[in-house]
T-cell receptor
């Protein structure tokens, strides 16, 4: 496909479990972002990858959150020991260069029960 | 601290009733300002990029303008299909760290009634 793909589209998990969210960016896009969007709110920056540079992790809310990206391909966002306040839509975006607009996936809706 | 504030939070219009959405920003330096449209259950969709004060971009019924402190998204003769959340985002200039984090506002929810 031509767009950013995220999986799963929905995830329900029990409090305390770990979850892993996946993002397939557009081929050739060097930059990749993760954002969190709580119900009815704006986008909260989590982490940013640019090529082989060290990622900008300044938005990760706690050490339970981590993300990896191999080269310019797939990224995974991992949330350990999930809490109810982690319930949100997690959006991934990629861009061709650092100056280009972001192209978003449709997100993963995470519900922690 | 870099910040983006959008107003109003929600806007209800009749079909054909033109209006404007506001995006105020505070950044140490602006690399670019972006407007996105978000439909329920979907990721944001890119609309415009503006780089310098005085710049304008148009697409169908939408026109985006930029000053040194704010941007406006003008909607002319809106239709029900224009109903969505409109998000403003800024990419600050980071001369020292080289970071390029894009910061989003909370959005304006637009409802257009037929």
């Amino acid at each position: 496909g031509a767009g950013v793909s995220q999986s799963p589209s929905n995830k329900v998990t029990e409090k305390g479990k770990d979850v892993e969210l996946r993002c397939d960016p557009i081929s050739g896009h060097t930059a990749l972002y993760w954002y969190r969007q709580r119900l009815g709110q704006g986008l909260e920056f989590l982490i940013y990858f640019q090529g082989n540079s060290a990622p900008d992790k300044s938005g990760l809310p706690s050490d339970r959150f981590s993300a990896e990206r191999t080269g310019e391909s797939v990224s995974t966002l991992t949330i350990q020991r999930t809490q109810q306040e982690d319930s949100a839509v997690y959006l991934c975006a990629s861009s061709r260069t650092i100056n280009s607009p972001l192209h978003f996936g449709n997100g993963t809706r995470l519900t922690v029960t | 601290e870099d910040q983006v504030t959008q107003s109003p939070e929600a806007l209800r219009l009749q079909e054909g009733e033109s209006s404007s959405l506001n995006c105020s920003y505070t950044v140490s330096g602006l690399r670019g300002l972006f407007w996105y449209r978000q439909d329920p259950g979907k990721g944001p969709e890119f609309l415009f990029t503006l780089y310098s004060a005085g710049e304008e971009k148009e697409k169908e019924r939408l026109k985006a303008t930029l000053t040194k402190k704010e941007s406006f998204l003008h909607i002319t003769a809106p239709k029900p299909e224009d109903s969505a959340t409109y998000l403003c985002a800024v990419q600050p200039l980071r001369r020292n760290t080289g970071g390029f984090k894009t910061i989003f506002g909370a959005g304006t929810r637009l409802f257009v009634k037929a």
